[in-house]
């Protein structure tokens, strides 16, 4: 963020706000400050945060740590953790209109996607509440005789920080906190700068469901600042974050110092592969869904596009088609498919891309333009028979823009699928099972889907090979990044 944007955010706001949890006491900062969070269809202000500094930082995982060693949470009977996250799970119902709403106003989401997101949220309490419990080590023998056994425990990491992205600050929070208490950490938890404020509500309701004070923290503020104090900060034992790659590398810079565990889930730019033999009625819709959703604004989108010539034209008429339907516009009203993208900054990116991909070559096949004169609305945009090393197909655009290609040779679609630095998902569509299954295996990627795009489950890991992150969310691997493994050797 560059400093003039945050001057700029920080005098548009008076009122101070009280958006940091600290031992179970929420407060404003010592100088008060605080900025705006702007819902980006109309540019209005949603409320204030405060904008922690890193002696909020301090004193939030001083909190952490004490809550920690105390065993304030860890030291609950098991069934009394489970019944917190079972009721996390339900007070997030409970609100979940409420909550929706807020999310579609912060983040500019469709109000119907924003319900799915908050129910998967509260899906995340249940699933990961299940495991607490279940959570095991082995026991087994030892080579030097039966006088001796062995066995492990699995432990808390310790003190987690939570660093959360904009484009699911609800269910992208879930995501995080219910493991991280299922293993047992104490947290601070990290909001985007663009959209705390329904992080804040999930802090909220955590702490009313029970949790121990100190167990969860908040330090909301901008990420050059809270977030880089959090990496920095020498009592921090674990960094759980999802956002760009670029600041992924600043935190594995700053956490040396420590040699903090790092979990990062970053940036993509996730291939789809489509064969002259695919179901184009199955394959047009979903290929939409996967790069249109959340304006783009997804790591997983699926914004490269190879498609076999035999298929390449219809496909394109298909997809345009269809994103020429797609209803754009405020989220709030039932009826909008996408919203705008987050911001002024993420718009002028987004536009840029279109530009270059234009001067690179690319053909605009629908969209290329402003919607509307208020707010960030961007149209579906389909750049088709762009350049494979056109900046549009190489670098993460995080907007609603598809980058299409054809090709003849399916080897050919697969190393420029892989010619990539990021590896996080990709799609293939085909009706042959042979080669639906040969390129789920040739991609190189955490997720790869066959027929359809996005679905995921928690218990299907979640994250990236090569520059697209370290390590994986949900499932076993989810919890166990939480986790250390203790070994105890005894003599009877
Ligand atoms: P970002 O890296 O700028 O911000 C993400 C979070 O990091 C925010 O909370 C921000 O405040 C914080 N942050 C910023 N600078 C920091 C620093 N120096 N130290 C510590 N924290 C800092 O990313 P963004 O642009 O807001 O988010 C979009 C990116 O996130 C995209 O690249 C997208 O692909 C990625 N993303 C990845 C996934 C995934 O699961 N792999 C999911 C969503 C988004």
Redesign the pocket.
Same mark, same amino acid.
């Given at each position: 963020m560059q400093s003039s944007d945050l001057r700029e955010r920080v005098v548009a706001t008076a009122e101070a706000a009280s958006t940091l949890l600290i031992d179970g006491q929420w407060r404003g900062t010592g100088a008060g400050a605080s900025f705006a969070s702007i819902n980006p269809a109309t540019g209005e202000s949603m409320g204030n945060v405060s904008e922690g500094d890193p002696t909020d930082v301090d004193a939030a995982v001083r909190a952490a740590r004490i809550a920690f060693e105390d065993r304030r949470w860890i030291g609950l009977p098991y069934p009394m953790r489970a019944k917190i996250l079972f009721d996390i799970a339900s007070r997030i119902e409970a609100e979940a209109e409420q909550l929706a709403i807020n999310e579609t106003r912060e983040n500019g989401m469709p109000i119907a996607m924003a319900r799915m997101t908050i129910a998967n949220g509260a899906q995340a309490f249940r699933y990961f509440g299940g495991w607490i419990g279940k959570i095991h080590g082995q026991t087994g023998e030892i080579g030097v005789g039966d006088a001796f056994f062995g066995y492990t425990l699995k432990e808390p990491v310790g003190v987690a920080a939570l660093?959360? @992205?904009?484009? %699911?600050p609800f269910m *992208?929070a879930c995501h995080k906190l219910a493991p991280a208490l299922a293993a047992g950490c104490s947290v601070v938890v990290? @909001? +985007?700068?663009d959209t705390s404020l329904n992080t804040v509500n999930l802090v909220r309701i955590a702490m009313d469901a029970g949790v121990p004070a100190g167990v969860v923290n908040m330090v909301t503020g /901008?990420? @050059?600042v809270v977030?880089?104090a =959090?990496?920095d900060h020498p009592d921090v034992d674990k960094i759980s #974050? &999802? %956002?760009? &790659? +670029? &600041?992924g590398r600043? *935190?594995i810079a700053a956490s040396v110092g420590n040699l903090k565990r790092l979990s990062l $889930? *970053? %940036?993509?730019k996730s291939p789809v592969i489509v064969l002259d033999d695919a179901d184009i009625e199955t394959a047009a819709p979903a290929i939409l869904g996967g790069i249109m959703s959340n304006s783009g604004q +997804?790591?997983h989108s699926g914004s490269r596009l190879y498609a076999q010539r035999g298929i390449y034209d219809r496909l394109i008429r298909a997809v345009s088609d269809l994103a020429q339907k797609l209803v754009v516009g405020d989220g709030m009203d039932e009826r909008t498919q996408m919203g705008p993208v987050i911001s002024q900054r993420q718009f002028d990116t987004v536009m840029s891309y279109i530009d270059s991909g234009v001067a690179d070559g690319a053909e605009i096949a629908i969209g290329g333009k402003r919607r509307g004169t208020t707010g960030y609305f961007i149209e579906p945009t389909i750049l088709s028979h762009a350049p494979a090393d056109a900046t549009v197909v190489r670098e $993460?655009i #995080?907007g609603p823009v598809l980058s299409a290609m054809p090709f003849d040779d399916l080897d050919w679609a697969i190393a420029e699928a892989n010619r990539s630095r990021y590896g =996080?998902a990709g799609a293939v569509y085909t009706t042959s099972l042979s080669k639906a299954h040969t390129v789920a295996r040739a991609i190189r990627a955490g997720t790869i889907w066959i027929n359809t795009h996005r679905p995921t489950e928690f218990w299907t890991p /979640?994250g %990236?090979y090569k520059e697209?992150?370290w390590g994986r969310e949900g499932g076993a691997e989810g919890i166990g990044a939480f986790l250390e493994t203790k070994s105890v050797i005894a003599r009877l």
């Open positions: 660093i959360v @992205p904009w484009n %699911g *992208l990290k @909001p +985007a700068e /901008f990420g @050059p977030g880089q =959090l990496a #974050f &999802t %956002g760009s &790659t +670029a &600041t600043r *935190l $889930e *970053l %940036g993509g +997804a790591c $993460e #995080f =996080l /979640f %990236g697209s992150g």
